[in-house]
């Protein structure tokens, strides 16, 4: 008779606390309860899920399949330990991170001015029309994460190739000294004088006659090339 009573209570006790879904490891780890909420298995005085001899976590009479859901253990819901058949696997572990941010897209503006319209002729000195010219320059390379400016003088044809590669280099070398001076760092900006190895007229001049109408067919080759490279 007594046996038989022992065997009735230990049916109820299990009726009412239930055992979890698929037999779990003896050694699995503790799982740690948030209290806040309705919790729907047995814990202890640590807040930790009370497992049976095999490692099934012991339901309590409020256990449903929503409440082991919404209780919390860490970061994931209690049943991704103890009712892993119960709930979706994808939340049960951590979101994927973000995507890193696209990378700046570089930018390069090549910009051809008139050396004509920045210095007087054969002069490597600015003229305020360049000046201002260069102030716009300027500004736009500070909407920009600059990272160099590079500055290259051209001349025309008229006069000795160490002549014109001397006045190539003096206004590249200008064109840098006053972006500088409106704030761009010396050491983001290059400079190269070409001289005139690189005209950009051809032929077309080639049966001008006088000096003054020459000069004025070669006024294309007369120019500062800067390249501003940077990341919006």
Same mark, same amino acid.
């Given at each position: 008779? /007594? #046996?038989?009573?022992?065997?009735?209570?230990?049916? $109820?006790?299990?009726?009412?606390?239930?055992?979890?879904? $698929?037999?779990?490891? $003896?050694?699995?780890?503790? *799982?740690?309860?948030?209290?806040?909420?309705?919790?729907?298995? *047995?814990?202890?005085?640590?807040?930790? &899920?009370?497992?049976?001899?095999?490692?099934?976590?012991?339901?309590?009479?409020?256990?449903?399949?929503?409440?082991?859901?919404?209780?919390?253990?860490?970061?994931?819901?209690?049943?991704?330990?103890? @009712?892993?058949? /119960?709930?979706?696997? @994808? #939340?049960?572990?951590?979101?994927?991170?973000?995507?890193?941010?696209?990378?700046?897209?570089?930018?390069?503006?090549? *910009?051809?001015?008139?050396?004509?319209?920045?210095?007087?002729?054969?002069?490597?000195?600015?003229?305020?029309?360049?000046?201002?010219?260069?102030?716009?320059?300027?500004?736009?390379?500070?909407?920009?994460?600059?990272? &160099?400016?590079?500055?290259?003088?051209?001349?025309?044809? /008229?006069?000795?190739?160490?002549?014109?590669?001397?006045?190539?280099?003096? %206004?590249?070398?200008?064109?840098?000294?006053?972006?500088?001076?409106?704030?761009?760092?010396?050491? %983001?900006?290059?400079?190269?004088? #070409?001289?005139?190895?690189?005209?950009?007229?051809?032929?077309?001049?080639?049966? &001008?006659?006088?000096?003054?109408?020459?000069?004025?067919?070669?006024?294309?080759?007369?120019?500062?090339? &800067?390249? $501003?490279?940077?990341?919006?």
């Amino acid at each position: 008779m /007594i #046996k038989q009573t022992k065997k009735q209570l230990l049916l $109820v006790a299990a009726a009412m606390l239930g055992f979890a879904g $698929v037999a779990a490891p $003896v050694a699995a780890q503790d *799982v740690v309860v948030d209290r806040s909420g309705v919790v729907p298995y *047995v814990i202890d005085a640590r807040n930790v &899920v009370a497992r049976s001899g095999t490692g099934l976590c012991w339901r309590t009479g409020f256990w449903s399949p929503a409440a082991a859901e919404t209780a919390m253990a860490g970061n994931f819901p209690v049943a991704c330990a103890c @009712d892993p058949d /119960i709930i979706a696997a @994808d #939340k049960c572990v951590d979101a994927p991170a973000p995507a890193p941010a696209p990378a700046p897209t570089p930018t390069a503006d090549k *910009v051809r001015l008139s050396a004509d319209a920045l210095f007087d002729f054969d002069r490597a000195v600015l003229r305020p029309a360049g000046m201002e010219r260069l102030n716009q320059l300027a500004e736009q390379a500070k909407a920009l994460n600059l990272e &160099v400016i590079l500055a290259v003088g051209h001349t025309d044809r /008229i006069g000795s190739d160490a002549y014109n590669q001397a006045l190539s280099e003096r %206004r590249a070398e200008a064109v840098k000294a006053y972006l500088v001076s409106r704030g761009i760092e010396a050491n %983001r900006i290059y400079t190269e004088g #070409k001289g005139k190895t690189q005209p950009v007229t051809g032929t077309q001049c080639d049966n &001008v006659r006088g000096r003054t109408a020459l000069i004025d067919c070669l006024q294309p080759d007369r120019r500062v090339e &800067v390249e $501003v490279i940077g990341t919006r």
